[in-house]
T-cell receptor, first 115, second 112 residues
């Protein structure tokens, strides 16, 4: 049973436009959500996060939105740049600030930003 | 700081062979974990540790052993490799209570 789902395996956008990556979850106990970015042959790197007490968190060109009632979050990248081309993973935790830092990951979305 | 390091980068094993994937971090992180990444499956947690001497199972622990004798090191052992363990393995670490984990560069393992 996939608790964190990224239903779009890939997304292609033009440079300068907005990229919107989506993620759905089923476990209502999740209280912290993260986005990771992964380039080929490298490990994932942390991008941005949001706790369940917020509905929006912004960091430069990256904004994450959380809709708890719909169990849905999205990552907006504005403006998109060719260097943003990577696989993006959504992850969730049910122990924010707790003893264990276990993360459940989605399957990833491959973003291609066309020059 | 080197961050999280993993060795080897690549490994080919025959079915039934054993090996240890090494992971080390120099950030004094209490929490360390191992994930495997397979096509269409995302990253799945194998084992994790909240501190030296403490380990626990994740989503897919079968066929893997871990131990944590020091804060810095968290090796992953495959006792008898199987083709189903062909994957890319990532080690990660973080401060206890912080969900943002730092990942190593990965080990690509092929079991023939």
């Amino acid at each position: 049973d996939q608790q964190v789902k990224q239903n779009s395996p890939s997304l292609s956008v033009q440079e300068g436009r907005i990229s919107i990556l989506n993620c759905d979850y089923t476990n209502s106990m999740f209280d912290y959500f993260l986005w990771y970015k992964k380039y080929p042959a490298e490990g994932p790197t942390f991008l941005i996060s949001i706790s369940s007490i917020k509905d929006k968190n912004e960091d430069g060109r990256f904004t994450v939105f959380l809709n708890k009632s719909a169990k849905h979050l999205s990552l907006h990248i504005v403006p998109s740049q060719p260097g943003d081309s990577a696989v993006y993973f959504c992850a969730a935790s049910d122990s924010y600030g707790g003893a264990t830092n276990k993360l459940i990951f989605g399957t990833g979305t491959l973003l291609a930003v066309q020059p | 700081n080197a961050g999280v390091t993993q060795t080897p980068k690549f490994q080919v094993l025959k079915t039934g062979q054993s090996m240890t994937l090494q992971c080390a971090q120099d950030m004094n992180h209490e929490y360390m974990s191992w994930y495997r990444q397979d096509p269409g499956m995302g990253l799945r947690l194998i084992h994790y540790s909240v501190g030296a001497g403490i380990t626990d199972q994740g989503e897919v622990p079968n066929g893997y052993n871990v131990s944590r004798s020091t804060t810095e090191d968290f090796p992953l052992r495959l006792l008898s490799a199987a083709p189903s363990q062909t994957s890319v393995y990532f080690c990660a670490s973080s401060y206890r209570g912080r969900n943002e984990q730092f990942f190593g560069p990965g080990t690509r393992l092929t079991v023939l």
